[in-house]
């Protein structure tokens, strides 16, 4: 597998803003789901955004109007722009990506559905 490559990760007090980039370069636009995840220490990994290749966009209801997922024009790297971040949005975050044909509109934020991972990157906000 082609390695999703994170980067943008860093610590922000409350409020402030991260943008996150995935080298995505190596799963087609045209044929992979790609999403972002987060997870903490004990707990399961959750969808935070997931774009299809018709730019379909899913939000977790935690991220909606504060995070939002792009990719660029040549669609090789994934965007994840964070705004009003809050102390609970604390989380090593995941770049993913999967065949379009394992996703659905209602799974795309499910992680069990994604094949490839990046290695994480840590987001840390501070109250």
């Known amino acids: 597998a082609v390695p999703l490559v994170e980067s943008g990760g860093g610590s922000v007090q409350t409020g402030g803003s991260l943008t996150l980039s995935c080298d995505a370069s190596g799963y087609s636009a045209k044929t992979h789901c790609v999403g972002w995840f987060r997870q903490t220490p004990g707990q399961k990994r959750e969808g935070v955004a997931a774009?299809?290749?018709?730019?379909?966009?899913r939000y977790a209801d935690s991220v909606k109007g504060r995070f939002t997922i792009s990719r660029d024009g040549a669609k090789k790297t994934l965007y994840l722009q964070m705004n009003a971040l809050k102390p609970q949005d604390t989380a090593v975050y995941y770049c993913?990506?999967?065949?379009?044909?394992?996703?659905?509109?209602?799974?795309?934020?499910?992680?069990?559905?994604?094949?490839?991972w990046g290695q994480g990157t840590q987001v840390t906000v501070s109250a």
């Open positions: 993913a990506a999967t065949p379009l044909e394992d996703t659905t509109m209602s799974t795309m934020l499910d992680p069990s559905v994604y094949m490839w």
């Open positions: 774009i299809d290749i018709d730019d379909e966009t």
